[in-house]
T-cell receptor
Framework: GAGVSQSPSNKVTEKGKDVELRCDPI?????LYWYRQSLGQGLEFLIY????????KSGLPSDRFSAERTGGSVSTLTIQRTQQEDSAVYLC???FGGGGYNEQFFGPGTRLTVL | KNEVEQSPQNLTAQEGEFITINCSYS?????LHWLQQHPGGGIVSLFM???GKKKHGRLIATINIQEKHSSLHITASHPRDSAVYIC???????????FGKGTTLSVSS
């Protein structure tokens, strides 16, 4: 079956613009995660969705970042008023169950460049 | 101090050598994950473990919960093993992974 897909694969935007990044998880996976990989910073957690539970937003770096997951499937990460420090690869992952006990499957990422 | 520490940061080996990458963590965890990232490529999960030892092909992962330490071993290393290996721990709530900074492995023939 298909893996986790993300779109767009690359996004170049100007400082101050809003961007939307999309993630399609593996069908049947109830848990969805967003991560960010910045140059020289490594990977960091952003947000976690599990079924109908309230998301864990503790990793979002500022209120310019938000995410939603519609119908328990597709997720959109929105960054408002982008800044140059937002430039990074944004990765989505999904897993069959929630918690830390399940293997996560990663998408290819969206490379965001803020000019 | 980072919650997840990996060593070494960089590792160079000759084909056929036995490789060990270490990971120590300082927080309570739900499970520990080893991930692989090839240059320009995506991230692949290698292992997820909460106790003992797991083996897949030439890869072996161990974890000592009491000592909060895990190791990833590669036997008979090959140039195709060249990648970044990332240790990550699931937080106790099970909602997030906390990542180490990765170990860059280069295997030459």
């Amino acid at each position: 079956g298909a893996g986790v897909s993300q779109s767009p694969s690359n996004k170049v935007t100007e400082k101050g613009k809003d961007v939307e990044l999309r993630c399609d998880p593996i069908s049947g996976h109830t848990a969805l995660y967003w991560y960010r990989q910045s140059l020289g910073q490594g990977l960091e957690f952003l947000i976690y969705f599990q079924g109908n539970s309230a998301p864990d937003k503790s990793g979002l770096p500022s209120d310019r970042f938000s995410a939603e997951r519609t119908g328990g499937s597709v997720s959109t990460l929105t960054i408002q008023r982008t800044q140059q420090e937002d430039s990074a690869v944004y990765l989505c992952a999904s897993s069959f169950g929630g918690g830390g006990y399940n293997e996560q499957f990663f998408g290819p990422g969206t490379r965001l460049t803020v000019l | 101090k980072n919650e997840v520490e990996q060593s070494p940061q960089n590792l160079t080996a000759q084909e056929g050598e036995f490789i060990t990458i270490n990971c120590s963590y300082s927080v309570g965890i739900s499970a520990l994950h080893w991930l692989q990232q090839h240059p320009g490529g995506g991230i692949v999960s290698l292992f997820m473990l909460s106790s003992g030892k797991k083996k897949h092909g030439r890869l072996i992962a161990t974890i000592n919960i009491q000592e909060k330490h895990s190791s990833l071993h590669i036997t008979a290393s090959h140039p195709r093993d060249s990648a970044v290996y990332i240790c990550a721990v699931g937080n106790q709530a099970g909602t997030a992974l906390i990542f180490g900074k990765g170990t860059t492995l280069s295997v030459s023939s």
